[in-house]
């Protein structure tokens, strides 16, 4: 679960899985501050990433659920997001995790356990 990524290998997954791309210099940053996050491998490549980060306090929140296009729709997602809010539960002190999604997610998030509420969402970035 906790076992640092090929941070290289990680950018290419984002990059097959959302476009643009990445060389994976800002992932150890991102990870160093993580509560946590899951991967899925089939062998040796990384086929799924989910990240936990958390406040510092109560709440936590999934970021970036990313499987790899081939292996979509295979429940890899579904897993790795189990896995990740299981190790959430795992965590003293923490009550909450906090997911946003576009409503084309809502059914893979139900599935996942989460009940959907109103949200708000800024964009800071042009």
């Known amino acids: 679960m ?6 290289p290998e990680l950018a290419r997954l984002r990059s097959l899985a ?3 791309t990445q060389d994976g210099t800002r992932w150890a940053a991102v990870l160093e501050r993580s509560l946590t996050w899951v991967t ?3 062998a040796d490549v990384l086929v799924g990433f ?4 958390w406040d510092g306090g109560v709440h936590a929140f999934l970021l970036d659920t990313t499987v790899h296009p081939d292996w979509q729709r295979r429940g890899v997602g579904v897993g790795l997001v189990r ?3 299981q190790a959430a539960r795992e965590h003293r ?3 909450w995790l906090h997911v946003d999604y576009e409503p084309h997610l809502t059914d893979f998030y139900a599935a996942c356990g989460f009940t959907p ?3 708000g969402l800024l964009r ?3």
Do not use: K, M, S
């Open 40 to 42: 899925a491998h089939d």
């Open 18 to 20: 959302w476009g643009g």
């Open 50 to 53: 989910v990240n936990v980060a």
């Open 2 to 7: 906790r076992e640092w990524p090929d941070l």
């Open 124 to 126: 800071l970035a042009p």
């Open 83 to 85: 896995r990740a809010a």
């Open 117 to 119: 509420t109103p949200a």
């Open 93 to 95: 002190g923490l009550e």
